[in-house]
């Protein structure tokens, strides 16, 4: 994939084309959108992933006796249709090979459903889970459901004590020194480990033939490090003291921290009938809160329950119905709003542009969530991810958030809406979110604890929320937009965060985005918007990074795999979103020698553009890369057997956000017009 020729036009015709198609291209894109706005003015699009959504909800309905709910045919469909040809299910589109962990999720939702081993679907994923060395390799996760279904001995999971929510802060165990999804994790799964609760798959669906050596010669142990003496094995010996106790109920206050635990989770439900705005803390709620004894009538078991019933957390196409992992009408709303401001489509869509500000207004977080345990004194301000999230504000979506409003600060009609208020309590819950190092996570302030990644119970992907590169600079970018800049001590601190983590070869690493295109996209206009010198080697080397990896069609594409082989950063297919990144950090950078660059990802977006959108089915946003530490990591010798992953990701959560397709492509076309039009202006100039 050759950086393609500069393309730089001579010709004033072709210069006034590429206008031209710009221009209908945006027209198109926000006709596109005003058609999809909800009615209560915002934008959403569907969150995809992988099978454990569909696969984890079969049995789930299972565990709660509900095997006949008329949901499971649906889901059982879904999982069908994302079955590979070799037999698996994989983690994200186009990835190389299949997740061990998903296939025997899917694998064990299929025969719980009443499918026969013999049928050719279940044939081949039991084939390919013995290439790949059968449930030995399991995660965590995947064991606690074999455990719920009967398949696998409770005794052989890791022990999550409910204890532990009696650890002070300063306790390195303290539950809120876990990421903020972990957390509202952990605290069921607490439950359902001092329980274990059993409700058996019927004699002809049992999971005989994954046990091919007999469930008596299994070894039930967890995968060795190939690091010898490394706390991992403290804890693995730990966690047999804890089987040992809990079996010989040695276990003083057990009840009673069961009791505050449930507490907590009933506390935490969201007011949409979910927790934690995901789907892992919702669904084992429901399950923790039911083996308590809590009815399927009880309102809070049945509004969990009904929100898997609501079309905006599931949905069905054509017979097959798909859960979202999360919902994300605040991100995409203020991505759309960013969009239309970046193409001055404003007045042209003033109804549906005011709609949606009114309700993101409303739906400011006005709630002192769990980030007030570490960040004390603080006014609450700021905006969540989902619909009705009030105790997991995030940084990233309120940095956006702020940006879209600061150009709105000064109308009279919003100055009298409180728009004022609602961005000086954003402003000050933001810089007091930032961390010791300058950077900013997306939930918690310094929940960076390395030792809590050597739990058994953290093998799922990522137990800590350390600040990332493209956080930090979505909110610098944001403060810029207020008027603040590099002589703001937060400003320069954050700075001085970015210039740590910039790679060698003038990148940055994606933490929430796939990934070096992301976060480099992200630096770049944080750069421009907080005053710093973009003549500057270090910008230089990071647009030359950008200009180096543009494919031959014009377009940019970044593989999830780059987050297990550094060889893959910045390569991959093309795709939309991806295409505007790298135009969007070219065109903060402002370089004339990048024109030609410029022009032909424009020209590749302008002909890809079909019916006012784009098609993509690459996954390019990020949950989970799998490392563990929640940060960019040294792709050394022996990290994949380490972390049990390969460009595969099984230890990853990777989403498709499915408008991502369509407002960063708006975003990079709408500041290209502005960068057309200054290079027009000063050709004018230059001839007068």
């Not at 007030?372 to 979506?397: C, I, L, T």
């Not at 003038?506 to 710093?532: C, D, E, F, I, Q």
């Not at 990020?622 to 390969?646: C, D, K, M």
Request: one cysteine or more; glycine letters at 10%; proline letters at 6%.
């Amino acid at each position: 994939m050759e950086t393609p020729a500069p393309l730089i036009q001579t010709d004033p015709s072709a210069a006034g084309s590429l206008e031209d198609a710009l221009a209908e291209a945006i027209r198109d894109g926000f006709a596109w959108s005003a058609a999809r706005q909800h009615a209560d003015g915002y934008w959403v699009g569907r969150l995809q992933t992988n099978a454990c959504m569909e696969a984890e909800w079969v049995l789930a309905l299972h565990v709660l006796g509900l095997r006949d709910h008329p949901h499971v045919p649906g889901l059982v469909r879904a999982l069908l249709r994302g079955q590979r040809e070799d037999g698996s299910w994989a983690i994200y589109h186009g990835a190389p090979a299949g997740d061990i962990n998903a296939t025997v999720e899917a694998y064990a939702a299929l025969r719980c459903s009443g499918m026969a081993a013999s049928e050719p679907t279940l044939t081949r994923a039991r084939g390919w889970i013995a290439q790949r060395g059968g449930l030995r390799h399991i995660r965590v996760f995947t064991r606690y459901w074999l455990a719920l279904i009967g398949e696998w001995p409770w005794e052989k999971t890791p022990n999550i004590p409910p204890e532990v929510i009696r650890f002070p802060l300063w306790f390195p165990f303290s539950i809120y020194n876990f990421a903020s999804w972990a957390r509202a994790t952990l605290m069921p799964i607490a439950v359902l480990s001092a329980r274990r609760p059993v409700r058996p798959l019927p004699p002809e669906s049992r999971l005989d033939e994954l046990f091919p050596v007999g469930r008596g010669r299994f070894d039930y142990s967890l995968p060795k490090k190939i690091k010898p003496l490394t706390w991992e094995h403290f804890f693995m010996a730990a966690d047999k003291v804890l089987h040992w106790a809990q079996r010989r109920r040695l276990v003083p206050g057990r009840e009673a921290a069961v009791a505050r635990v449930l507490e907590w989770i009933i506390k935490h439900q969201d007011a949409d009938g979910a927790w934690g705005g995901i789907q892992p803390p919702w669904i084992y709620s429901l399950l923790a809160l039911h083996g308590e004894g809590y009815p399927l009538g009880h309102p809070v078991v049945a509004k969990g329950l009904a929100a898997l019933d609501d079309p905006r957390w599931s949905y069905e196409e054509d017979g097959a119905r798909s859960v979202q992992a999360s919902v994300s009408p605040v991100w995409d709303t203020v991505l759309t709003l960013l969009a239309m401001d970046d193409c001055d489509m404003r007045e042209a869509h003033r109804e549906a542009a005011d709609r949606a500000v009114e309700w993101l207004l409303d739906n400011e977080v006005r709630y002192p969530g769990d980030w007030s345990h570490k960040v004390r004194g603080v006014a609450p301000g700021g905006w969540a991810f989902e619909y009705a999230n009030q105790f997991y504000p995030d940084v990233d979506d309120t940095a956006v958030a702020l940006i879209v409003l600061s150009h709105l600060r000064d109308e009279p009609k919003w100055r009298a809406r409180g728009i004022r208020q609602a961005i000086d309590r954003a402003v000050g819950w933001v810089l007091a979110m930032q961390c010791s190092g300058g950077g900013w996570a997306a939930f918690d302030r310094d929940n960076d604890k390395p030792i809590l990644t050597r739990i058994p119970f953290s093998d799922f992907g990522e137990a800590l929320d350390p600040p990332s590169v493209d956080v930090t600079a979505h909110v610098l970018e944001a403060l810029g937009a207020l008027g603040y800049d590099r002589r703001h001590p937060a400003i320069a601190r954050g700075l001085a965060f970015l210039r740590r983590e910039q790679e060698e070869d003038g990148s940055w690493w994606g933490r929430w985005g796939v990934n070096y295109v992301y976060g480099t996209a992200a630096v770049l206009p944080a750069l421009k918007a907080v005053g710093a010198d973009m003549a500057a080697g270090f910008v230089g080397r990071a647009a030359d990074w950008v200009t180096s990896r543009q494919n031959a069609d014009g377009g940019w594409g970044e593989t999830c795999g780059s987050y297990m082989d550094r060889a893959l950063a910045g390569r991959g297919d093309s795709t939309a979103s991806q295409t505007a990144w790298a135009l969007m950090a070219l065109l903060a950078a402002g370089r004339p020698a990048d024109h030609g660059a410029v022009e032909a990802g424009l020209r590749f977006l302008t002909a890809r553009q079909r019916a006012g959108s784009w098609d993509e089915p690459e996954y390019t946003g990020t949950g989970f890369p799998g490392y563990g530490l929640g940060r960019h990591i040294e792709l050394q010798t022996g990290v994949a057997e380490n972390l049990g992953q390969s460009i595969e990701l099984s230890r990853g959560f990777m989403i498709n956000y499915n408008l991502y397709r369509h407002y960063f492509p708006l975003m990079a076309m709408g500041r290209a017009q502005a960068y057309l039009r200054r290079l027009e202006n000063r050709a004018v100039g230059e001839v007068k």
